[in-house]
């Protein structure tokens, strides 16, 4: 219990260091930059309490925004992925995944592939529509979204295939 | 207070959402005056179509009164042109009230008639409320009728869409007069008889009440000519007349008390008996 509570707030620091201090500081094509913090909301185990995740998400995305001094679209980004993360793993595993946790996870890879995919495609929409907030802007949004999910998905798909090759 | 319990237990995910969902929004208006302006602006627009929304139930609730009060209103209008059309015609501007020969009052019609040889319409005032056989009745666009009959809260009218009923009437701005009548076929027109060939009229001229009865004032607008023939022999026009009020559709009507009227009758039946 102690161990997972460390664990749980060791990810957390890693993830918002590595944010913060690395990540936001690429800057591809001119506007793009990979929310690799993601990968604690994603790699977090599919067993443990959905309310302590909605916390996490949104103090995640809280000290984000506090951090990068930005509007609060992480805050929302990252408390709606919480929140419907059950539904996105229902649609890409089925009812009853094989694994609780992404890293010790023996399914196909093309599940495993969209459960990331959508996790960071919501991710990103909803924080692009919250940053620029206007429907003028639509085509920006949608230009930002994909670019940034593209690039975020294959550092999380190399980040998640380093991990188990650890394990 | 258990079943309140139960359902926070259960839906606890989604009530952390939303809650936490609200403090985001806060924090994000707070951190940036762009987000603030456009909520606000959402706001706005949310808080604009609720509040139009029930004012406009408060208004249709107050239906009622806002009726009586347009209506008197228009009585006290109408009695007002009354009195500005009569000062036109004196030497002195006066302002002595004894000049001011009528008063309005306003009615809502209970019955109405247009499709008959003989029609007669019901309104909702009578002798209590100062209402007397004679009087004449107007619409918002011109005339409906005169007073026939009258009970204690009801009176009937004599409606313009009455044949043998005619009313005298003049072309406005060219002195011409007339009789006007109906002939029974068409609620929305009536026939001008009697005008002089030595008149100049076009279509589009106005007809307007002639005063020469003790029963409609002077100048109240009654249609325009939409049509006339010139005799090949006798010296006057058949002139077909459009009305301006729509007599198959009234709610409200005025009815115009002329406080000289029996003095006006009394005058001329003593200048009758003396010609006799």
Redesign the interface.
């Known amino acids: 219990m102690v161990q997972d509570s460390l664990g749980i707030l060791l990810g957390f620091f890693v993830a918002v260091t590595l944010q913060v201090l690395l990540f936001d500081h690429i800057n591809l094509f001119g506007f793009s930059c990979p929310s690799v913090y993601l990968f604690f909301i994603i790699s977090y185990r599919f067993d443990r309490s959905q309310f302590f995740l909605i916390l996490l998400g949104f103090l995640l995305g809280f000290v984000l925004d506090i951090m990068q001094s930005s509007s609060g679209a992480n805050t929302i980004a990252t408390l709606l992925i919480s929140f419907i993360r059950p539904w996105v793993i229902r649609f890409s595993f089925g009812i009853i995944p094989d694994s609780n946790s992404l890293l010790s996870m023996k399914s196909r890879m093309g599940n495993q592939a969209l459960y990331i995919g959508l996790m960071i495609l919501i991710h990103q929409f909803v924080l692009q529509s919250v940053a620029y907030f206007d429907v003028a802007h639509t085509t920006l949004i949608l230009r930002n979204t994909l670019v940034n999910t593209a690039l975020t998905f294959i550092l999380l798909l190399a980040t998640l295939n380093l991990t188990k090759k650890k394990n | 207070m258990q079943w309140i319990l139960n359902i926070i237990i259960q839906k606890?995910?989604?009530l952390?959402?939303l809650f936490?969902?609200g403090?985001?929004?806060i924090?994000?208006?707070?951190?940036?005056s762009?987000?603030q302006s456009?909520l606000q602006r959402f706001g706005i627009i949310i808080s604009g179509g609720i509040f139009k929304s029930i004012n406009n139930s408060k208004s249709y609730l107050s239906l009622t009164e806002s009726n009586q009060s347009l209506l008197a209103e228009n009585s006290a209008l109408h009695q007002e042109l009354l009195q500005y059309k009569q000062a036109e015609n004196l030497i002195s501007e006066s302002t002595n009230p004894e000049l001011n020969n009528y008063l309005v009052r306003s009615a809502t019609v209970v019955k109405n008639s247009y499709a008959k040889a003989r029609n007669i319409i019901i309104i909702d005032k009578g002798t209590s409320d100062g209402i007397l056989k004679g009087m004449s009745v107007v619409g918002p666009n011109g005339i409906i009728g005169i007073i026939k009959q009258t009970s204690a809260h009801f009176s009937s009218v004599i409606s313009i869409l009455y044949q043998d009923f005619s009313i005298n009437a003049k072309i406005q701005g060219k002195g011409a007069f007339g009789s006007l009548s109906w002939e029974g076929y068409d609620p929305t027109r009536m026939v001008l008889s009697d005008v002089s060939i030595i008149n100049t009229i076009a279509v589009g001229d106005t007809i307007e009440t002639g005063g020469m009865s003790a029963y409609f004032p002077k100048g109240i607008p009654i249609g325009t000519i939409i049509d006339f023939e010139t005799p090949t022999s006798g010296g006057y026009y058949n002139i077909e007349v459009a009305l301006l009020n729509n007599l198959t559709d009234l709610e409200h009507v005025y009815i115009i008390e002329n406080k000289k009227r029996s003095e006006f009758i009394d005058l001329q039946k003593k200048s009758e008996d003396g010609t006799r």
């Open positions: 606890r995910n989604l952390l959402f936490l969902l403090i985001g929004i924090f994000s208006s707070y951190r940036s762009y987000h456009k």
